[in-house]
């Protein structure tokens, strides 16, 4: 279901703080009726339910800590730090600077990035996903990102995925 962020309401005109008493989204809510918060921690659910460990590794590997790692990184650091760049709240002078610091720490993704397709490497993962995600804002807040190839490239080969494809057209994001 669709939440208006800035009223938290529902589609249907209801208080989103019910299903949520955090006010954030994403919310997954299971079949018990039990619900989970917190988008990289739903990430890791979903992949292990689904026992995907392409997505997620294995628990206890290294592999499974560096895509968390990364989740991590880009729910910290590149995901929150959008928020003042969508609020009514913030002056030019303090987008300004949200906007710096977040090309910057941009710059240093696309740089560990180097000529790997994916953030931990050859496969794609959850954290994946998460970065094609969250770089996809800056469109929607005058932030530039167009002097990074290698991110321009990541988020090109991320979208040719057929199921990215698929949810991309399902949001209204590409015709």
């Known amino acids: 279901m669709r939440v208006d962020t800035a009223t938290h309401t529902l589609a249907d005109g209801s208080d989103y703080y019910a299903i949520n008493p955090k006010g954030q989204v994403p919310v997954l809510e299971l079949d018990d009726g039990s619900r989970l918060t917190e988008g990289p921690v739903i990430c890791q659910y979903l ?3 689904a026992e995907n460990r392409q997505l997620m590794p294995a628990p206890g590997t290294m592999a499974r800590y560096r895509v968390m790692e990364w989740q991590n990184y880009i729910t910290s650091e590149l995901h929150k ?6 609020s009514p709240a913030f002056d030019g ?7 710096e610091s977040l090309a910057s720490r941009f710059a240093w993704v696309a740089e560990q990035l180097g000529d790997k397709p994916f953030l ?8 994946d996903a998460y970065l094609f995600v969250v770089s996809g804002w800056a469109r929607f807040v ?5 002097h990074l190839p290698r ?7 991320v979208a040719t995925r057929p199921m990215v494809a ?3 057209k399902a949001e209204g ?3």
Request: aromatic content about 12%; charged content about 30%.
């Open 47 to 49: 992949a292990d339910r």
């Open 81 to 86: 730090s959008f928020s003042p760049l969508f």
């Open 93 to 99: 002078h303090a987008k300004k600077a949200f906007r």
């Open 120 to 127: 931990t490497g050859e496969t794609f993962t959850a954290a």
């Open 142 to 146: 005058d932030l530039d990102l167009s």
């Open 151 to 157: 991110l321009t490239a990541f988020r090109e080969r």
């Open 166 to 168: 698929q949810a991309l």
């Open 173 to 175: 994001l590409v015709k």
